[in-house]
């Protein structure tokens, strides 16, 4: 780490050490620029899913499978993502004649891929810092949707 955490560092309340992976999870396969984000938004989805479920499990007790599942599919959402995309003021790697104004509306999937991106990044970086990522992982999605759930 050195220098000021970014302000996607801040607003996430995660801090890179390896500022890398933090740049290949916001590099959108059409940049051109390798390594893109897409081995880490695979990592991601699952990272995020586990999270989400285990953090269901523990909030709602009584509820039954399906009621989890439901809930589950709408948190998992691209909507969702793209939201939690939105509020961490997430700008994506792209090709340099990417009209920006377009991001609010056509960007929907590849936002929400890239905050899945991220998760696996922080995940990764954790690891490399011979930390439990999954654990870390968890912290952000518990503190981004705890309350939500809660409220259901």
Known sequence: MSGSPTPLELSLG???RDASL???ALTHPSSGIQPDNQRLEFLGDALFGAALSLLL???K???PEG???KLGHLLLSTDSL???AKDLD???HLPPKTDPSHLKTSFRKPQADAVEA???????DCKQAGEDGFSTVSRLVEERFREPIQRA
């Open 67 to 69: 009621a989890m599942t």
């Open 82 to 84: 793209f939201v939690w």
């Open 22 to 24: 933090l740049s290949q």
């Open 57 to 59: 499990y523990r909030e």
């Open 118 to 124: 991220l998760l696996a990044a922080v995940f990764l």
């Open 14 to 16: 995660y801090r890179f």
């Open 90 to 92: 997430l700008h994506l």
């Open 61 to 63: 007790p009584q509820w």
